[in-house]
């Protein structure tokens, strides 16, 4: 073959650079050294090009033979024979190389990895556990995993979608401890995902759900390995998923919620009490303005006569219903979080107390809000953030102004019977087939391992 054919692109690898686009980042890279030729193709946007240099290029030039460089290529442990083109063109667009040398094709992965820092918790921050969150690269959070976790039935098990993203996804959980009716049910929806666009393990999580308007989570989205390697424990399935610093962890139960990392740090009575803090936050925070209705608007006569008085007394001039009261100051409570979300952290925590205050005294003093209102709302405000998991957290602020429009319009009956509605809703919920409201969690031990289909 003369040198100027030994040049030209071969007529495969000709076809797959046709098929990409014609972009800056795609490369075809003859390799040419007397009688030696090799020739390269990749997009150099998602190819780690010190890697590529040090494994290929440099050993090129370094063997000074081709049928040598052809040896390497063919034992690297890296290496794959060519997919079917339409497969090839997505591993070349995330990161895999062709290359062709002696007459043979071989794709090699050269990934340009991600963040694969640590950061600090952000979500679920806590005294004395581990400060370092997930990151946002899956092989190293499958290293972060087992750097935990140090037992051998440790089963990973990788995944790409078909959507248009192609996420890749790890599936973790302990052989010994995992429920397998449970694992065949997690593999069978993911194999069922027919979206076209998913980017995120709350994306994931969200199409994994087998209820579309249920209100309460039906999986856990995590970013402390912690409380990963903790249901890894108790034979749940975690869900790790490439360029997002969160974990899916699956079944779970209603008081999987209700458990914060911290009260595995500190002694039986300090944990109790916590865990005490977080139930009586979340009665408060889905009760209290429903009551604060009832008592006011209904049933003012089952308080003390000093406390109705002092209610009746401070909502003097308020020119509407109690119910209205309540909904108007919650709105705006409402907006103060989300405001305090979406601020830039250097302002928001002084714009939202300084909104807060402004709004309170304001309310109060055109007699649109009554004190006692506002010191409700402020608990209820407080007692939101008592919540150890967000998910939750958001379900509870829903369900509150579930419970007032029932207590509006029934007063104390109607309380009772939006709290049984919601109670029934949650005991028809399950999480891919475990009750959502089961008391505890046990794994049961698998005897044999659930092949993939």
């Known amino acids: 073959m003369t040198e100027s054919k030994k040049q030209e692109m071969p007529l495969f690898m000709k076809s797959i650079s046709d098929s990409l686009p014609s972009s800056f980042d795609v490369l075809h890279v003859p390799l040419s050294l007397d009688d030696a030729h090799a020739h390269l193709l990749y997009m150099k946007t998602v190819v780690d090009g010190a890697a590529l240099q040090q494994t290929i290029i440099k050993p090129f030039f370094e063997l000074d033979n081709e049928q040598k460089f052809a040896a390497y290529i063919q034992g690297l442990p890296n290496r794959l024979d060519p997919p079917q083109p339409d497969e090839l063109l997505t591993m070349l667009t995330s990161g895999f190389v062709l290359v062709y040398a002696e007459s043979t094709y071989s794709v090699l992965e050269f990934r340009k990895l991600g963040n694969t820092l640590q950061s600090m918790t952000i979500s679920e921050t806590t005294i004395h556990g581990p400060q370092l969150a997930l990151s946002e690269d899956l092989e190293t959070n499958v290293s972060i995993v087992r750097q935990h976790y140090h037992q051998p039935n440790l089963y990973v ?171 108007i100051m919650l709105l705006f409570v409402e907006l103060l979080t989300e405001a305090s979300v979406r601020l830039p952290r250097s302002i928001n925590a002084a714009a939202t107390t300084v909104g807060g205050l402004i709004l309170g005294t304001a309310a109060t003093e055109a007699s649109l809000a009554s004190n006692v209102l506002i010191m409700v709302i402020a608990i209820v405000a407080i007692s939101t953030f008592v919540i150890p998991m967000n998910e939750l957290g958001f379900a509870v602020r829903i369900g509150r102004l579930f419970l007032i429009l029932f207590t509006s319009l029934f007063g104390l009956i109607g309380l009772i019977s939006g709290t049984l509605l919601l109670i029934i809703h949650l005991t028809n919920l399950d999480s891919f087939g475990e009750p959502y409201l089961r008391i505890g969690w046990r794994s049961k031990r698998s005897e044999k391992m659930v092949n993939s289909e």
């Open 157 to 327: 098990e990788t995944q790409q979608l078909t959507d248009k993203s192609r996420m890749s996804i790890a599936l973790l959980y302990d052989e010994k401890e995992v429920d397998v009716d449970v694992l065949r049910r997690v593999k069978e929806k993911l194999d069922a995902l027919d979206e076209p666009l998913l980017q995120s393990a709350g994306e994931l999580a969200v199409r994994l759900t087998s209820r579309r308007f249920t209100l309460f989570p039906t999986s856990i989205l995590t970013e402390r390995p912690d409380r990963i390697v903790y249901n890894l424990t108790g034979g749940k399935i975690v869900l790790l998923v490439d360029n997002s610093p969160y974990a899916i962890i699956l079944p779970v139960i209603f008081f999987d919620f209700m458990v914060s990392m911290e009260e595995n740090y500190h002694t039986y009575i300090i944990s109790l009490y916590n865990t005490l803090l977080g139930w009586f936050g979340l009665l408060n925070c889905l009760l209290l303005p429903s009551l604060y209705v009832a008592f006011t608007a209904y049933s003012p006569e089952v308080l003390s006569p000093e406390l109705t008085l002092t209610i009746a007394g401070s909502r003097i001039g308020v020119p509407y219903p109690s119910f209205i009261e309540v909904i």
